[in-house]
């Protein structure tokens, strides 16, 4: 209690203490990111081999069920040589920086992209811990910025945006606004059932009139998650800015780049970030658009 009066008093001793947490939560959102796509795979693969398994009366094959793979074990390794990675060689950024961005024993090239997802965490954790103060909002926001973080990622590497993060955001909005820490509870429940039929609704009729797939079934899943934290009355904005900064994207990836216009674009990263602004300036978007409109 004394440390929370603590940090109560002093804002700048709150906010460091939000990015170093931030840091530590960003490294092991990199395990997140990269293991849980796996642990899915799996989990099909296992699915699939059971069923066939159950037409043709035979044993299913196991898959490396002597080796665990979760976010735990094994243990984070080098790719290259297989050194088991030791715990002042995890240190979120400050590791990547004292090894020269190298692994220590076979000088494999670390990936860039993991102090820049631990400083993105970080930096994105204390703007929420700016904008709500030292709050349940903020413990809240936090945890959904955490998961906004995995979805974009995921979702730009592989296409997929998983139902173990989706639909437990979906439920924790709700809840959340049972004390109407966002938006009230009706607002909030009406947002979750329209958030997925908007884009539910677009996705059907995209298909009957081109039969193509213009977006997977996770990216109505987290909208209804973002109707479900910040009500109906947001989903206009996320929609409308989403689609513009992923149409924008698109055109300049075609343009610049000559990249092939058939081959899909993931939706759930500009939905994530439409979905965070809405959620620290969502009112003052909404109130300049009005005012210059009106």
Request: hydrophobic share 55%; proline share 6%; with cysteine.
């Amino acid at each position: 209690m004394e440390f929370f009066f603590a940090l109560q008093d002093n804002p700048m001793a709150f906010y460091a203490s939000i990015g170093i947490l931030g840091l530590l939560i960003g490294s092991f959102l990199n395990v997140v990111i990269y293991r849980l796509p796996i642990m899915m795979e799996r989990e099909w693969q296992g699915q699939a081999q059971e069923i066939l398994a159950e037409l043709n009366k035979a044993e299913p094959a196991s898959i490396d069920k002597e080796q665990p793979f979760n976010l735990i074990l094994p243990a984070s390794s080098c790719p290259g040589c297989g050194h088991k990675i030791r715990p002042w060689e995890n240190i979120p950024v400050l590791s990547y920086l004292f090894l020269l961005g190298k692994c220590s024993q076979c000088k494999t090239a670390i990936s860039l992209r993991y102090p820049i997802i631990e400083t993105t965490t970080a930096i994105l954790s204390i703007m929420v811990a700016i904008h709500f103060g030292l709050s349940w909002q903020t413990i809240l926001a936090l945890l959904l910025t955490w998961s906004l973080v995995v979805l974009t990622m995921i979702d730009f590497d592989h296409k997929l945006l998983p139902d173990s993060i989706t639909l437990p955001l979906l439920w924790l909005g709700l809840l959340a606004n049972i004390q109407g820490h966002f938006v009230p509870l009706p607002q909030a429940v009406i947002g979750a059932v329209a958030g997925y039929l908007s884009l539910w609704s677009v996705f059907w009729i995209f298909k009957l009139l081109t039969g193509k797939e213009g977006m997977g079934y996770g990216d109505f899943k987290l909208l209804a998650a973002f109707g479900a934290w910040f009500g109906w009355k947001s989903l206009p904005m996320i929609i409308v800015g989403s689609s513009l900064v992923g149409a924008m994207v698109g055109i300049t990836l075609i343009i610049a780049l000559g990249r092939d216009k058939d081959i899909p674009i993931p939706f759930g990263p500009y939905l994530a970030a439409a979905g965070w602004i809405a959620m620290l300036w969502g009112d003052i978007i909404s109130n300049t658009y009005f005012r210059f409109m009106l």
